[in-house]
């Protein structure tokens, strides 16, 4: 089991900055890839970004590429999305998952493993 816990998240205004994190813990996911996905009221969950845990090879969704920026602590065991730029269509829960899977990262229904989630509001 993997467990994985959000951090971070919280209101900003457009065109500002904010972070969250995923800290993971339980088996070694050194194998594993990590992921952030978000879900807006009334729309389903998308697709955000992805990393490789190991190598970090990295995939963007197009509405966030240049924008937002996935990275790994492997020391830390924790997965951080840096988000600049932000705009209002970014409000979501943010969701962090875990797959063991080697390809398929921009499929919800590959990752075994989610954390809670964590609110982002963009908002003036």
């Known amino acids: 089991q993997v467990q994985l816990v959000e951090s971070g998240g919280g209101l900003v205004q457009p065109g500002g900055s904010l972070s969250v994190s995923c800290a993971a813990s339980?088996?070694?996911?050194?194998?594993?890839?990590m992921a952030w996905f978000r879900q807006a009221p009334g729309k389903e969950r998308e697709f955000v970004t992805a990393?490789?845990?190991?190598?970090?090879?990295?995939i963007y969704a197009d509405s966030v590429k240049g924008r937002f920026t996935i990275s790994r602590d492997n020391a830390k065991n924790t997965v951080y999305l840096q988000m600049n730029s932000l705009k209002p269509e970014d409000t979501a829960v943010y969701y962090c998952?875990?797959?063991?899977?080697?390809?398929?990262?921009?499929?919800?229904?590959?990752?075994?493993?989610w954390g809670q989630g964590t609110q982002v509001t963009v908002s003036s």
């Open positions: 998952a875990a797959s063991s899977k080697s390809s398929g990262w921009t499929l919800a229904s590959l990752y075994s493993y």
């Open positions: 990393i490789r845990w190991s190598g970090g090879s990295t």
């Open positions: 339980g088996r070694t996911i050194s194998n594993y890839m």
